[in-house]
C-alpha cells in the first residue's frame, strides 16, 4: 500500500466518526490529547539538569545593591522610562547602573516607587513600579525592568557553565556572529565556551563547541562555533531553561536497541518509516497533540507538531508521516 492509500486509509474511520454521531463506544470515544496532557504524560519529576541552576533567578529589590549593571537589549526600554528620564532613546548595547529606590506617585495618585539608574553618559533614567510604596518593595519576590538584561545574573551562569560538557537536546541552534537561527544536532556532546547576554527574550546566550570532530564538520561547515539563546528563572517567559536545552548524561547509552542508522536520523531530526515512538519523540521531541485514530485494525496514532508536521503511527510504528 503506498503513502496515501495508507493515509487514506487511516483518515476514512475517524470521517465515519464524525458522521456517525457519537454511536461509538470504548476506545473510539477516545478524547483528544493537548499539549498540556502530552507535557505532562512526559513529566519525569525534577531532574537534575533542572535543579542546577535553580538558585540563579532575577533578584529580588531588597538584595539589589547600588552599582548592579543591566544591558538594554532593545530601544523600547523608552516606553517603560517615565517622562522625568534625561535620556530615552538609542539606549540599545549601552549598560545602565542601579542607583536606589525612591518614593513615587502613579498618575492616579497612587504611592508607587522609582528605580533609578544612570546612563554611560551620566544622564539619569527611571523606572516606575506602580502600586508598592518603598516600604513594600522588600516583599516583591522579583523585579525586571522590560527590555533589559541583568548582566550580574549573566556572570553567575557563565562561572557555573563555562568549560562544562553536556548534550544538547535542541537542535534549534544560532549562529554566534549574526545569531541568525541555523539547523543542529541534537543529542550530541558539546563543549560550552562560554555565556555572554543574549536578548530581551532570552537573556542567556550560551555559545558551546560540538566535541566530535565528524559533528563539528557537519553541522559547522564555517568552522564557527554555535550558541542557544537560554531562558532562567520559574516564569511562565522561562520557556527554555538549562534542562530544556541540555542532558548531563549521553541519551544514546539510555536506548541501546536504537540500531546505529536510525540514530544518525534521530540526531539529525529525521524520521522514516518503521521508527517507534519514542525514536521519534527523540528526533522531533513531544508534539503538540496526540490524537487516536479508530481503523479496522485497531486504533493509529496522529501526533500533531506547531509546525504542520504530523506523524501516524499503527501498532506503535511510524507509517506515515509529513515533515
Not at 12 to 28: D, Q, R, S, Y
Not at 164 to 191: C, I, N
Not at 211 to 222: A, G, I, N, V, Y
Request: charged content about 25%; proline content about 7%; overall charge positive.
Amino acid at each position: 500500500m503506498n503513502k496515501g492509500a495508507r493515509f487514506l486509509h487511516l483518515l476514512l474511520p475517524a470521517l465515519i466518526l464524525l458522521t456517525a454521531g457519537g454511536c461509538f463506544t470504548g476506545v473510539e470515544s477516545t478524547p483528544r490529547i493537548n499539549a498540556d496532557d502530552v507535557r505532562r504524560q512526559n513529566a519525569a519529576g525534577t531532574s537534575a539538569e533542572a535543579l542546577f541552576l535553580s538558585g540563579i533567578k532575577p533578584l529580588p529589590p531588597s538584595q539589589w545593591k547600588p552599582g548592579r549593571r543591566l544591558l538594554v537589549a532593545n530601544d523600547r526600554i523608552s516606553l517603560a522610562l517615565t517622562p522625568a528620564s534625561q535620556r530615552r532613546d538609542r539606549l540599545a548595547g549601552h549598560t545602565i547602573f542601579f542607583e536606589g529606590f525612591a518614593p513615587a506617585r502613579s498618575l492616579t495618585g497612587d504611592d508607587a516607587s522609582e528605580a533609578i539608574f544612570r546612563a554611560d553618559d551620566g544622564s539619569r533614567l527611571y523606572y516606575r513600579i506602580a502600586g508598592v510604596d518603598p516600604a513594600r518593595l522588600d516583599t516583591m519576590p522579583a523585579l525586571e525592568v522590560p527590555f533589559t538584561i541583568d548582566l550580574g545574573t549573566v556572570a553567575r551562569l557563565d562561572s557555573a557553565m563555562r568549560g562544562m560538557k553536556v548534550f544538547v537536546r535542541t537542535p534549534a541552534w544560532y549562529h554566534p556572529d549574526s545569531r541568525v537561527s541555523v539547523q543542529g544536532l541534537r543529542h550530541v556532546e558539546v563543549h560550552i565556551d562560554s555565556v555572554a547576554p543574549g536578548d530581551e527574550n532570552f537573556p542567556a546566550a550560551v555559545f558551546f563547541t560540538l566535541t566530535d570532530p565528524e559533528q563539528r564538520k557537519l553541522s559547522c561547515p564555517d568552522g564557527k562555533n554555535r550558541m542557544l539563546f537560554m531562558s532562567i528563572g520559574d516564569s511562565k517567559a522561562a520557556t527554555r531553561n538549562f534542562d530544556v536545552l541540555f542532558a548531563f548524561t549521553n541519551p544514546r547509552k539510555q536506548y541501546p536497541d536504537i540500531k546505529d542508522d536510525v540514530w544518525q536520523y534521530i540526531i539529525r531530526s529525521r524520521v522514516k518509516e518503521g521508527m517507534t515512538r519514542d525514536e521519534c519523540r527523540l528526533a522531533l521531541g513531544a508534539p503538540t497533540s496526540l490524537e487516536r485514530i479508530p481503523t479496522t485494525a485497531g486504533v493509529a496514532e496522529r501526533w500533531r507538531y506547531s509546525d504542520g508536521i504530523f506523524l501516524i503511527f499503527e501498532d506503535g510504528v511510524l507509517t506515515v508521516f509529513r515533515l
